[in-house]
């Protein structure tokens, strides 16, 4: 299924998409996409009220309505760095022994197709197309990879929204590079495991004003998606709808000689294969 929240910001309805353009309302079933939802087994539970629904017609075409994050505002956004071994060699770092962790603020999460807003002060912005995790239960010491992959109830797109500057020449605190506003565009839906073959055989690709920044394929990890999860769970709880971003392929704005930054107006244009795609205008600051 493809999970999907539609609506006006703080207004948003849950739903499944049926097609691109295509959905079933769940509004009346589900109160949202959060963390009751996932722990309570929420995915199985709405899978024969959305059958029954498009079987008897009941689905709404989407038009010009918003999308949102397909999740409510997780507990924790965790974040991979260097995960992909040709984006290390771009930055001249050396491949990591185990994964690099960091986090997000929460407050970051936004839609899909939302604007990105450029902090105060910022001087380097940039991009980075990337896979992300939704955890559908409670993960604590999992035995092994394996048992992570029932703790994963999706996938999604994500664009980690940086500010180079802050991350790396403000001492060295990743938090301040990731946290501002609106810099972590989700979704378009979260495309539950079922509906992806083979999560380790999916191509990404960025653009910026129509031009391919970044053009990769998961299967460059350094370290995939179950490890990944079973990793973090020997270090912290992860709690039911909270959000892993994995790491981005190279062709990042600080990869190029000369750097290339986000200015405002330019639009990025995002996707992962089987995942839906994402549509940004840059903002300039407040």
Not at 1 to 20: H, N, S
Not at 51 to 77: E, K, T, Y
Not at 251 to 280: K, T
Request: charged share 20%; net charge negative.
């Amino acid at each position: 299924m493809k999970l999907a929240r539609i609506g006006a910001i703080g207004e948003e309805r849950p739903a499944v998409f049926i097609t691109d353009d295509t959905y079933v309302d769940l509004s009346d079933v589900v109160t949202e996409y959060d963390e009751a939802f996932f722990a309570g087994g929420g995915i199985e539970r709405i899978r024969p009220v959305v059958d029954q629904r498009v079987q008897s017609g009941d689905v709404h075409l989407l038009l010009c309505q918003r999308i949102g994050a397909p999740i409510a505002r997780p507990h924790q956004i965790i974040c991979v760095g260097l995960n992909y071994s040709d984006h290390a060699a771009e930055t001249g770092q050396a491949v990591p022994a185990e994964p690099i962790l960091f986090t997000k603020s929460p407050n970051t999460l936004v839609g899909p197709n939302d604007d990105v807003r450029i902090p105060r002060g910022s001087t380097k912005p940039d991009w980075e197309v990337e896979l992300g995790i939704v955890i559908g239960e409670r993960a604590s010491y999992l035995a092994s990879p394996e048992q992570a992959r029932d703790c994963i109830a999706g996938w999604v797109v994500v664009n980690d929204v940086s500010e180079r500057a802050f991350q790396l020449d403000r001492g060295g605190q990743w938090l301040k590079g990731k946290s501002a506003e609106t810099f972590n565009p989700v979704g378009p839906w979260l495309v539950t495991q079922d509906e992806v073959a083979d999560v380790l055989a999916l191509g990404m690709r960025l653009d910026v004003n129509g031009v391919r920044r970044q053009d990769g394929s998961t299967s460059r990890m350094i370290f995939d998606p179950y490890f990944i999860v079973h990793y973090i769970s020997q270090f912290l709880v992860l709690e039911p709808g909270d959000l892993i971003n994995t790491g981005t392929p190279p062709g990042v704005g600080m990869g190029f000689q000369p750097p290339i930054w986000l200015q405002p107006g330019d639009v990025i244009e995002l996707e992962i294969d089987a995942l839906g795609s994402q549509r940004q205008t840059v903002l300039a600051p407040r």
